[in-house]
Nanobody, 128 residues
């Protein structure tokens, strides 16, 4: 399974970004994968920010991003998205997408050890 993330960059406070993560693999059906977006700031542990169940009916948002981040998935395109609005300097980090194969369910996984496959990470810097 390969993940290719895009969408990072330098943004002013209050700005917006949209991440995409294309998931590929031989015979892969994204329907059976839970998906997560994580971030890691310098000197800090990697944390889950937005995650979605394989069924798409369960979501998780870290308290620090609730109301500003929106995760979504397009199983037909094998792509996951993270819309980020009202960016703050404390959102500066490397952002990663990750997937976890599992039964089709509403279970949401939001810690890094629960995920099997990771994208390469994309830098977001929020600064004026």
């Amino acid at each position: 399974v390969q993940l290719q993330a895009s969408g990072g960059g330098l943004v002013q406070p209050g700005g917006s970004l949209r991440f995409s993560c294309a998931v590929s693999g031989s015979g892969l059906t994204l329907n059976y994968y839970a998906i997560g977006w994580f971030r890691q700031a310098p000197g800090k542990e990697r944390e889950g920010v937005s995650c979605i169940s394989s069924s798409g009916t369960g979501t998780y948002y870290a308290d620090s991003v609730k109301g500003r981040f929106t995760i979504s998935r397009d199983n037909g395109k094998k792509t996951v998205y993270l819309q980020i609005n009202s960016l703050k300097p404390e959102d500066t980090a490397v952002y990663y997408c990750a997937v976890r194969w599992g039964p089709y369910s509403s279970t949401v996984y939001y810690t890094p050890p629960e995920y099997n496959y990771w994208g390469q990470g994309t830098q977001v810097t929020v600064s004026s």
